[in-house]
Nanobody, 128 residues
């Protein structure tokens, strides 16, 4: 059974940090692009960051560059999103998604639409 399980969300003050985790199982993790996207209340989905596990190359939305860092631990089949200098506009449900065919550039541009696997999400709330 394929599973993507996000964790690490919570309530944090503006300027603070959180580290999200995405634990993957049931598929060849190292053969996929792993994407983080988010959806705030009443907002459209937004691609946040992505890592090509095969190459290690990382991608970021302009809105999170120099604040967020994506990484992966292939031995643990896990991807992490370190979020620093959080802003109120970062408040959203954060999801991880994975796909073997669609790449990170596509995933960011289309906020994970079409990605084969997706988790249930974890809420991040940033208070101002």
């Amino acid at each position: 059974e394929v599973q993507l399980v996000e964790s690490g969300g919570g309530l944090v003050q503006a300027g603070g940090s959180l580290r999200l985790s995405c634990a993957a199982s049931g598929f060849a993790f190292d053969d996929h692009a792993i994407l983080w996207f988010r959806q705030g209340s009443g907002k459209e989905r937004e691609g946040v960051s992505c890592i090509s596990v095969t190459s290690g190359r990382t991608y970021y939305a302009e809105s999170v560059k120099r604040r967020f860092t994506i990484s992966s631990d292939n031995a643990k089949n896990a991807t992490y999103l370190q979020m620093n200098s959080l802003k109120s506009e970062d408040t959203a449900v954060y999801y991880c998604a994975a796909d073997r065919i669609l790449d990170c550039q596509y995933g960011l541009a289309y906020a994970g639409h079409g990605f084969n696997f997706r988790g249930q999400g974890t809420q991040v709330t940033v208070s101002s």
